[in-house]
């Protein structure tokens, strides 16, 4: 007996090759039917014998593509049509689903076996991709996702290429950036003018064939020059990355000072050669993201120091693109094959990656040897994202390539709201319906450039999502562009968020939570509802309201942005706090900062001077890093909190902590200034500075637990958020989880979004949308 059944699958469905799959599975056990796209998914009516049904129906839940996320198949009994055959219907194509906009994918192994054949077609084609890799949203215009729709528009497929697209059977069917070395883009090596660098061993009067422009791309690495490169979001600047003089060229012809440059690596052995890679890290290097992770470096990695000095970790990814995997290719006639290559953001410091051939020419003329450009357009610009494992979870860092569009689902229905996050790692965050969509890294909005990549990406996301908010919300920092730029929006309603309650709202938001939380936030910089600068906070939150309830004693701060340059100037300003002008001898702070600067500071906090109070745990970081004398000046941020936690790496544990006090006031003061006095006792005698970082960690993390615990007595809340920048160091996160654990609290960390200010703008969306909801 004849059964017919519609099948309605829900999830990432479309875009990742589902209809094919489905098409597939249909003629193999012999049901007949359709299938096509829906504004919901894909909806699939199959009719044939009960047996044959249920085969359909295990075989669609069993073995997906790997890029479809299926979240649901609910399927209903219908009217047999009688139909014999199996078709892919594209007449319902039009109603995409915005949100089914993917990430870019890395190449896949299918892919990669080809360009590395020599027998197949796409030998040594850097463009090659498939259903199941290759660019995504850097090349969607609008949506529905179809090449007219990218920036493939203009290469019109050849006669190969279009029978793959047309046939249901073939992995590249309906692959919309399809391309082979005939009909899709082609590269180009050019000087600082612009005009073609000559490639050796190319055939007379014959064109360049990319593989002969990589065989010379790989020539120049090899004696240490400097490419910039056009990838899949943007350029980089690529050298090898064993050659320390080619990294040290290349650090200051970018004048980017001690700032760790990011390295891919060949393969996964080489990863190993420079490492030691986890279970869970390998699971992150391999992820169809392909991001940068963080990876602990081994003490005798053969790699420049240049990259990453003083640094015991390494930023490494692998090739994501077949131009990328190619840079590493065997080349005919290699001497020494390299195995890394620095791959850092192709830009001036502080401004967004180059993305434009034009622009790299004009941007980066001072910087690169040469540049290996290509003739297909970059229409989003992305970054690379970066990662770092902890507790064998993934926790995002900078989200970027790979992870954006991708939605967070909030659970339930949401106003649609642009909350313009923060100023440093600037990301913006949409709402719609069920799900809030964080743009990817915009970069510290401090700068035209920032704020015009700023704007640009809003114009296309809402355009790519068809979002027009009803409210705007922004932090409360008057200063920050991104609040500026939302003030300025006429005919919304706009919202101020604190920044630590945004901070606090973005960790329950990706946890499901949505109760009354103790909320650990500690960072650098969050402008308070007092005026002043937060960063030590503990508050009791929901996302309607917060309450401060205690916080890191107040210091003053002298000189405004010179005080984050220069930590030398917190660790005077808790010196004086703690000892008023009887300050202690033998600090290496003494001899190491000019006297003369010293003293001009010392007069700005006397008299209170262009100073400001904070409560910041990255000045804390900086005071006792300075008075340690492991950093009195910084080029990068965190530069002095990062030295001290490689410090207390090295140190010993289980030695006990310091003094400190809270002091129950109205919000409670977390007086710091015994744990100061016991430091400076112990640099005086002469003891192990990573003895007393070490100790200083272990400090902190006990205070954590000290406070919260203080806070479940009065309010019986046990679940606690941990968010803040402060959390990137590893050291303290491990001993304050574990702190917190031991006294039976439930904790909740960041995995999906980044602890740092690139996740604030989604705890923004959500504090606003519960006021509009409050005041509907
Ligand atoms: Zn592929
Ligand atoms: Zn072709």
Not at 396 to 413: M, T
Request: glycine share 8%; with cysteine.
């Amino acid at each position: 007996m004849t059964v017919r059944k519609r099948i309605q699958i829900r999830g990432i469905v479309q875009g990742v090759g589902f209809r094919p799959f489905v098409y597939q599975t249909a003629r193999r056990v012999g049901v007949a039917g359709f299938v096509c796209n829906t504004p919901d998914g894909v909806l699939v009516e199959a009719e044939g014998t009960q047996a044959a049904l249920d085969a359909f129906l295990r075989d669609l839940a069993r073995d997906p593509p790997p890029l479809a996320q299926v979240s649901g198949i609910v399927a209903t009994e219908v009217e047999p049509q009688r139909e014999v055959e199996f078709s892919i219907r594209s007449s319902v194509e039009q109603a995409f689903d915005a949100v089914t906009v993917l990430p870019d994918v890395a190449t896949c192994d299918d892919c990669r076996r080809e360009f590395t054949d020599r027998g197949d077609r796409r030998f040594g084609y850097p463009f090659t991709n498939c259903t199941n890799c290759g660019p995504r949203y850097s090349i969607i215009k609008d949506v529905p996702y179809d090449r007219a729709q990218t920036t493939m528009q203009n290469f019109r497929m050849c006669e190969k290429c279009r029978a793959e697209y047309d046939d249901p059977a073939n992995r590249r069917f309906h692959a919309q950036p399809n391309a082979c070395p005939v009909c899709g883009p082609r590269l180009l090596l050019v000087e600082h003018d612009g005009t073609a660098v000559a490639v050796a061993g190319a055939k007379n009067g014959g064109r360049v064939t990319d593989i002969e422009t990589l065989r010379e791309v790989h020539r120049l690495l090899r004696h240490g020059k400097i490419i910039a490169i056009k990838g899949l979001g943007g350029f980089h600047l690529a050298c090898d990355a064993e050659n320390d003089q080619a990294v040290r060229r290349l650090r200051s012809r970018k004048r980017r000072s001690d700032k760790p440059f990011a390295v891919m690596a060949a393969d996964i052995a080489s990863v190993r050669r420079f490492c030691n890679v986890s279970a869970a890290d390998l699971q992150s290097l391999l992820r169809p993201s392909h991001p940068i992770v963080i990876l602990e470096r081994r003490p005798d990695a053969a790699i420049s120091p240049a990259i990453a000095p003083g640094n015991n970790t390494l930023g490494v990814m692998l090739p994501y693109t077949p131009l990328h995997a190619l840079l590493f290719a065997e080349c005919e006639e290699a001497t020494r094959e390299f195995s890394a290559l620095v791959m850092t953001s192709g830009n001036l410091s502080e401004e967004p990656i180059v993305t434009s051939n034009e622009q790299a020419l004009e941007r980066l003329v001072h910087v690169a040897d040469a540049f290996l450009v290509h003739n297909r357009r970059i229409h989003m610009r992305v970054d690379d994202s970066v990662v770092r494992v902890f507790r064998g979870k993934e926790r995002v860092l900078r989200r970027s390539r790979g992870y954006v569009p991708g939605v967070i689902e909030l659970g339930k229905p949401v106003v649609e709201i642009l909350a313009c996050g923060p100023e440093q790692k600037n990301t913006f965050c949409l709402t719609q319906g069920r799900y809030a969509m964080l743009s990817q890294h915009i970069g510290d909005l401090e700068n035209y450039e920032t704020l015009e990549f700023f704007e640009e990406t809003l114009a296309k996301l809402k355009k790519l999502f068809r979002v027009e908010p009803r409210a705007i919300a922004y932090d409360l920092h008057p200063r920050y562009l991104s609040s500026q730029y939302a003030l300025e929006q006429a005919g919304l309603q706009k919202i101020g968020v604190q920044h630590h309650h945004a901070h606090i709202a973005s960790c329950m938001a990706e946890n499901g939570l949505n109760e009354k939380v103790i909320g650990v936030a500690f960072d650098g910089t969050g402008f308070g509802s007092d005026g002043r600068i937060w960063g030590g906070e503990f508050l009791v939150a929901d996302l309607e309201h917060f309450e401060r309830r205690a916080h890191l004693r107040y210091v003053p701060l002298a000189g405004g942005d010179a005080a984050i340059r220069q930590p030398w100037r917190s660790a005077l300003s808790y010196l004086r706090e703690t000892y008023g002008n009887d300050l202690p001898h033998d600090l290496p702070l003494w001899n190491e900062v000019a006297e003369k600067e010293r003293t001009i500071v010392w007069k700005m906090l006397e008299r209170g001077i262009n100073t400001v109070e904070t409560s910041s745990c990255g000045r804390l970081f900086d005071a006792v890093a300075s008075i340690l004398g492991l950093r009195h000046e910084i080029n990068f941020e965190a530069q002095a909190a990062i030295k001290l936690e490689m410090a207390a790496c090295a140190g010993s544990n289980g030695e006990g902590v310091y003094p400190f006090q809270i002091e129950f006031a109205d919000p409670w003061q977390i007086d710091l200034r015994p744990m100061i006095e016991s430091i400076v006792g112990e640099v005086q005698q002469g003891a192990r500075r990573e003895a007393i970082a070490a100790r200083f960690h272990d400090t902190l993390a006990v205070m954590i637990a000290e406070v919260c615990r203080s806070l479940r007595e009065r309010e019986a809340l046990n679940k606690v958020c941990l968010s803040g920048g402060a959390f990137q160091n590893m050291l303290l996160l491990d001993r304050t989880h574990a702190a917190l654990g031991e006294h039976g609290f439930e904790v909740y960390l960041h995995a999906s979004v980044p602890p740092n200010d690139g996740g604030i703008a989604l705890g923004q969306a959500l504090i606003a949308n519960a006021a509009l909801k409050r005041g509907a």
